[in-house]
């Protein structure tokens, strides 16, 4: 079982920035490819980006491409989005998710542990 706690949410000007953080529990969090996904009320929720266990492959939605970065530190069970140049389109609660298998996949079923999330709000 993996435990999986977001923070680093807030209110932010357009333009500016925020680093997400998602701290897991358990001992095989190394093994997991980790996802960041976002949903904007009335909205489904949409995948942000992935990275593969050692971080070495990443994936982003066309929406966040050169805005946001995706890492992860396996010493600190600690996966981080660095989000930059805010849109208030960007508005939404982010979550974070864990998938056993490893698959840098946009696919939220493939994800077995979700966080509970965290708030991001970007005023224009």
């Known amino acids: 079982q993996v435990q999986l706690v977001e923070s680093g949410g807030g209110l932010v000007q357009a333009g500016g920035s925020l680093r997400l953080s998602c701290a897991a529990s358990g001992r095989t969090f190394s093994r997991y490819s980790m996802g960041w996904f976002r949903q904007a009320p009335g909205k489904e929720r949409e995948f942000v980006a992935a990275?593969?266990?050692?971080?070495?492959?990443?994936n982003y939605a066309d929406s966040v491409k050169g805005r946001f970065t995706i890492s992860r530190d396996n010493a600190k069970n600690t996966v981080y989005l660095q989000m930059n140049s805010l849109k208030p389109e960007d508005t939404a609660v982010y979550y974070c998710?864990?998938?056993?298998?490893?698959?840098?996949?946009?696919?939220?079923?493939?994800?077995?542990?979700w966080g509970q999330g965290t708030q991001v709000t970007v005023s224009s």
């Open positions: 998710a864990a998938d056993r298998a490893g698959w840098v996949t946009q696919t939220p079923k493939e994800y077995d542990y």
């Open positions: 990275a593969s266990w050692s971080g070495g492959s990443t």
